[in-house]
């Protein structure tokens, strides 16, 4: 497919035809000076919308530029090569609009009373780079109250070698890729930033390895989210994005998929997830179910890759119950009696094949758990080892829908060992859309009381013949 992207698209007289163009969105939804009607009318008719932010993400849904047209690209670093250090002139430095903002000029006039502080306007490219390089630490304050992290300049800087003394803002928690090279204070308050500024000279000699990592991170998941976008748009074959490691924020065994332009259910989740549970912005493709399969299948490499033997995964729609903690230790802890012979814990199902057996019943607690040889649902599940290496095989080029969405995938597999609890131990959001088919989940509800009748019914057979 050829494509053409645009970023600020509002600045060009003319623009290709809305079907072969992308627009990178980079205004701060914060001030509605950028999102007249006209803009918002560019978006909307474009091919694609990639945008920065997920603060700008949940207003732009309001204006109905949303999911599928929206695809989530942070900002990121590039790994700079760097011949050797320049010698550092300033304390600090400023770069962007100061003139027209009274906020700005209060607290670099409280910096300059202290520090050597360096402040550019209308300066661009090796230039400003250059100025960059002598800096000790840059700046950065917002333009307006309540701002977005100002992303593109942060990641310019540290991908410079310099680390930034930040402003806080409401939206800094969206990019830990950042941490230790970029330090934040108070938003709005210069007390703060005098603080936290004489604080990071103090340790600026030992931020360099924060910097690097930081610029080694944010690349990766530059890369990784570019990888999804392209995926999607079909620049770039399905399997493509899983022959790296994927970007992941914080080591885990335990993560809930979620697409982070589907944006009320990425609120509910990261409002209502366990603090133990990491969110993977799961892969996105144009048939949703490869997009899902692609997700496991990755996750299951990196589980591999760190020698985790036991990994769960929940989709951001499933719901947890209130004693969670309680429930997941007694459900691991039945799985460790069982040492290796499982595969996979499935924590609800959504339906029961017909040639599905019983293997084993067995009751702990005021728990029973039923072992079958076939299942059928992602939502809520734990791998063992050998499910993991089976996901890891899958394959995201079978565009054949009877046979390889990831739970039919593994459905047919020989020997398949599943662990169930009747009942079910979590449960199924009805109120949202389905990502992968695009109807509403309340479609499942039925089906969902149905399996676990079967499942019971089929425990109960199971028993009454084996004593």
Avoid at 56 to 84: M, S
Avoid at 369 to 391: C, G, H, P, Q
Wanted: proline fraction near 4%; aromatic fraction near 12%.
């Amino acid at each position: 497919m050829s494509s053409t992207s645009f970023s600020c698209p509002q600045m060009f007289a003319q623009l290709p035809p809305a079907n072969k163009r992308v627009v990178f969105q980079l205004e701060q939804s914060v001030s509605s000076r950028w999102f007249t009607p006209e803009y918002i009318k560019i978006l909307k008719e474009s091919l694609g919308v990639l945008e920065y932010s997920l603060s700008n993400i949940d207003f732009l849904a309001r204006k109905g530029v949303e999911y599928p047209k929206v695809h989530y690209l942070p900002i990121g670093t590039v790994q700079w090569c760097f011949e050797g250090e320049m010698l550092k002139k300033y304390d600090f430095v400023f770069y962007g609009d100061n003139l027209s903002s009274e906020r700005r000029r209060k607290f670099l006039s409280r910096l300059q009373k202290k520090y050597k502080v360096k402040i550019c306007n209308d300066v661009f490219g090796d230039e400003m780079y250059n100025i960059i390089c002598q800096a000790r630490v840059v700046v950065n304050i917002h333009y307006y109250d309540g701002a977005l992290l100002e992303t593109p300049r942060i990641c310019e800087c540290i991908s410079l070698g310099v680390p930034v003394l930040s402003e806080g803002s409401q939206d800094q928690g969206e990019y830990p890729e950042l941490e230790g090279a970029v330090r934040y204070f108070d938003e709005g308050s210069v007390d703060s930033m005098m603080s936290a500024a004489a604080q990071m000279l103090d340790d600026v000699d030992y931020l360099k390895q924060a910097v690097q990592q930081a610029v080694s991170t944010s690349s990766k998941r530059f890369e990784f989210m570019l990888d999804r976008f392209l995926v999607v748009l079909g620049a770039i074959p399905a399997n493509a994005i899983l022959e790296n490691p994927v970007y992941i924020a914080n080591n885990s065994n335990f993560f809930v998929l979620s697409l982070p332009e589907t944006i009320e259910r990425r609120k509910t989740i990261a409002r209502t997830r366990p603090e133990s549970c990491q969110v993977f912005d799961g892969i996105r493709h144009r048939i949703g179910w490869i997009g899902c399969g692609s997700s496991f299948n990755a996750l299951s490499r990196y589980a591999l890759y760190n020698n985790i033997e036991r990994l769960t995964v929940m989709e951001d729609d499933a719901l947890l119950p209130q004693n969670y903690d309680e429930v997941l230790r007694q459900v691991n802890q039945y799985l460790d009696t069982q040492k290796n012979n499982w595969d996979i814990f499935s924590g609800l199902m959504a339906d029961i094949n017909p040639e599905a057996k019983v293997l084993s019943v067995e009751t702990v607690g005021d728990r029973t758990y039923v072992i079958i040889d076939k299942m059928t649902s992602m939502v809520f599940n734990i791998y063992n080892r050998s499910a993991l290496e089976l996901l890891s095989k899958w394959d995201p080029l079978d565009t054949d829908a009877v046979t390889n969405t990831v739970d039919r995938y593994l459905e047919r597999q020989k020997g398949l060992r599943v662990v169930v609890c009747i009942p079910f131990i979590v449960g199924y959001n009805e109120g949202v859309t389905s990502t992968l088919w695009g109807f509403d989940n309340s479609r499942y509800t039925p089906m969902i009381a149905k399996a676990e009748k079967k499942i019971e019914a089929m425990a109960r057979a199971w028993q009454a013949e084996n004593g």
